[in-house]
């Protein structure tokens, strides 16, 4: 990988590390899109994943005594099982689809969650949630992005923001595990090879990026940083789009 791809891969790690612990979500959201364009659909969607349950499971120990795991089994249980036949499909898709997918995924995700924060209606039914799983794990396969799905049940059914933050972690702790594992055992030569000291530098900028989030949730609303972070995955998305269909 040139060096100016492995920068804007370490950054894109940090900021979405960041975003994750500040917003809750975002990690997915920001990183997917980059990495896709700078890794390749496969290869990128498969780090994003790894990258996430890293974040996950470090927030996770944060956020413990807000976790509502009844909304957890509800929304996880449908995105665990629809998360393996969508990551068969996602590796036996050619490569300018996918990342056509990702980018239309992130984008749709982005724009329903701004839609339904300016209705008033609720649903907080078992249905609904089933579906918004399913929806939400077999995008973590395809796109690497399972918040979107996630995001408009908890808006719709008007979860509070600190039990939807903290819930969100176990959930993309399930979905990527599911994910990895499914590829892995189909197609096993489908990660990237990056080596194993950019690895752990990705690993290493994980940890920084949730202890810079710890320091400045202090000074940044939840508001101001989900606001960075739709920003800046509308243009990376985008970005994906644009690449993707160029190369149809």
């Known amino acids: 990988m040139a060096v100016g791809s492995v920068v804007l891969v370490m950054v894109a790690v ?3 590390a960041i975003a994750q612990r500040v917003a809750g979500l975002g990690f997915a959201l920001l990183v997917s899109p980059f990495l896709v364009l700078l890794l390749g659909p496969h290869e990128g ?3 994003v994943n ?3 349950l890293v974040s996950s499971g470090l927030i996770m120990s944060r956020v413990w005594h807000d976790i509502d795991w009844r909304m957890f089994l509800g929304l996880g249980l449908p995105a665990m099982i629809a998360t393996v036949p969508a990551s068969w499909l996602a590796l036996e898709l050619p490569p300018a689809p996918v990342s056509v997918v990702v980018g239309v995924v992130v984008l749709l995700g982005l724009g329903l969650s701004w839609a339904i924060q300016r209705t008033t209606l609720v649903l ?3 249905g609904t949630r089933a579906t918004a799983g399913a929806i939400g794990g077999a995008s973590n396969a395809i796109a690497g992005a399972a918040g979107p799905a996630f995001t408009a049940y908890a808006l719709l059914a ?3 923001q600190p039990q939807f933050v903290a819930t969100l972690q176990p959930l ?3 979905t990527s595990v599911v994910t990895l594992t499914a590829k892995a055992v189909t197609h096993p030569s489908s990660a990237p090879d990056i080596g194993v000291l950019l ?3 990705v690993l290493a900028l994980i940890v920084v990026g949730v202890l810079a989030g710890d320091w400045l949730q202090r000074y940044i609303r939840d508001d101001q940083a ?3 972070v739709i920003v800046l995955a509308f243009v990376g998305a985008a970005a994906t789009v644009v690449d993707g269909v160029s190369a149809l």
């Open 158 to 160: 008007r979860v509070p």
């Open 199 to 201: 690895w752990l530098l």
């Open 45 to 47: 969607v498969i780090m």
């Open 226 to 228: 989900r606001g960075v």
């Open 50 to 52: 790894a990258c996430g």
């Open 124 to 126: 907080r039914g078992a």
């Open 172 to 174: 993309f702790i399930a």
């Open 14 to 16: 940090v900021v979405g």
